[in-house]
């Protein structure tokens, strides 16, 4: 079973250089997520969708951008790359259940590591 | 909006010795609550998790915890420590507001063991 698929798992980007982290789930998911995890900071939310056409704003959304084609598909992009964005990124994926339309349990992917220089 | 605070970025124990993980979550309605588990380089793996019903939760690896409405807490417990547990845990709260549906993280407790 593949579950969370993320792309790539190390990425280094100049300061400036714009990206795409891609994240794909097989489980049928409602909600996608991503998040950052700093030292000391946990996990952040950064956006998040609750089905496909559907996106909304986490914590720290500022400098970048998500969409939502497809229920598998939830990339994360960076538009212009800054220092501050180094850090590891997880995608997430939940079913939500249905009438309370609320996020059960997260699959996690394996992150992806980025540096920016 | 819903927040988790972990009380202790750092716990430390002996083998054997009684771990005791502590989260407290605010939420202005009844959440699910949860307890995942970071092994360095690792993606996050779910130990247990609370939606509704019995309020003492058990999950894998001997771990459990128990939602307290009246405290606001989900604190995670295992009697007995084992090397094996050294990792990173973090508590997460996830609810249903006008905005829509999110899942909340805290900022983690390092759990150190040692013989």
């Known amino acids: 079973n593949a579950g969370v698929t993320q792309t790539p798992k190390f990425q280094v980007l100049k300061t400036g250089q714009s990206m795409t982290l891609q994240c794909a789930q097989d489980m049928n998911h409602e909600y996608m997520s991503w998040y950052r995890q700093d030292p000391g900071m946990g996990l952040r939310l950064i956006h998040y969708?609750?089905?496909?056409?559907?996106?909304d704003q986490g914590e720290v959304p500022n400098g970048y951008n998500v969409s939502r084609s497809t229920t598998e598909d939830f990339p994360l992009r960076l538009l212009s790359a800054a220092p501050s964005q180094t850090s590891v990124y997880f995608c997430?994926?939940?079913?939500?259940?249905?009438?309370?339309?609320?996020?059960?349990?997260?699959?996690f992917g394996q992150g992806t590591r980025l540096t920016v220089v | 909006a819903q927040s988790v605070t972990q009380l202790g970025s750092h716990v430390s124990v002996s083998e054997g010795a009684l771990v005791l993980l502590r989260c407290n979550y605010s939420?202005?309605?009844?959440?699910?609550l949860f307890w995942y588990v970071q092994y360095p380089n690792q993606g996050l793996q779910l130990l247990l998790k609370y939606t509704t019903g019995a309020t003492l939760v058990k999950g894998i690896n001997g771990f459990e915890a128990e939602f307290k409405k009246s405290e606001t807490s989900f604190h995670l417990t295992k009697p007995s420590a084992h090397m094996s547990d050294a990792a990173e845990y973090f508590c997460a709260v996830s609810e249903t507001n006008q905005a829509g549906t999110a899942l909340i993280f805290g900022k983690g407790t390092t759990l150190s063991v040692s013989s």
């Open positions: 939420s202005s309605v009844p959440p699910y």
């Open positions: 969708s609750v089905g496909a056409g559907i996106t």
């Open positions: 997430a994926s939940s079913r939500t259940v249905a009438l309370q339309g609320i996020a059960t349990e997260a699959f």
